[in-house]
């Protein structure tokens, strides 16, 4: 799993939970709370607010307890039901998260979309797969 999107996020995760910690350390050792601002365009403030470590470290947090969620398992055994070689599943790898849909059993197999759509927003990174991309859109 060293090349999967799952790997991936968590080296991103990394990154940035490294990188709010530093600034959080920084701003430990100056004795501040914070930056002044005030000479920055509102947007610009805005954005910054918004990005602030503790916001970083918070969306860190939940985006592994989503890739948590979402992790390959792998199938082991039992017999294909006729429905589900129906919709042609044959890899052994699926979601434990999306791949049950009632009535069909496990039916979507491989990265599911949720992981797919976190790993796009580091598309211009040197390690993102092309085979990752999915669409924004739904489709």
């Not at 600034?23 to 990005?51: M, T, W, Y």
């Amino acid at each position: 799993m060293e090349n999967s999107p799952i790997a991936f996020l968590h080296a991103r995760l990394e990154e940035r939970e490294r990188i709010a910690q530093q600034v959080i350390e920084h701003l430990a050792q100056d004795g501040k709370r914070g930056f002044d601002l005030s000479q920055l365009a509102e947007p610009v403030r805005r954005h910054v607010n918004l990005n602030d470590p503790a916001s970083v470290l918070a969306d860190v947090a939940v985006t592994r307890r989503i890739l948590d969620d979402h992790g390959l398992e792998i199938w082991e055994g039992g017999t294909w039901t006729e429905e589900q070689e129906f919709h042609g599943l044959t890899s052994e790898e699926f979601c434990r998260r999306c791949s049950y849909h009632e009535g069909v059993g496990s039916y979507r197999y491989g990265w599911c979309p949720t992981v797919l759509l976190l790993a796009l927003r580091y598309e211009g990174h040197e390690d993102f797969k092309e085979d990752w991309r999915v669409s924004l859109s739904g489709e």
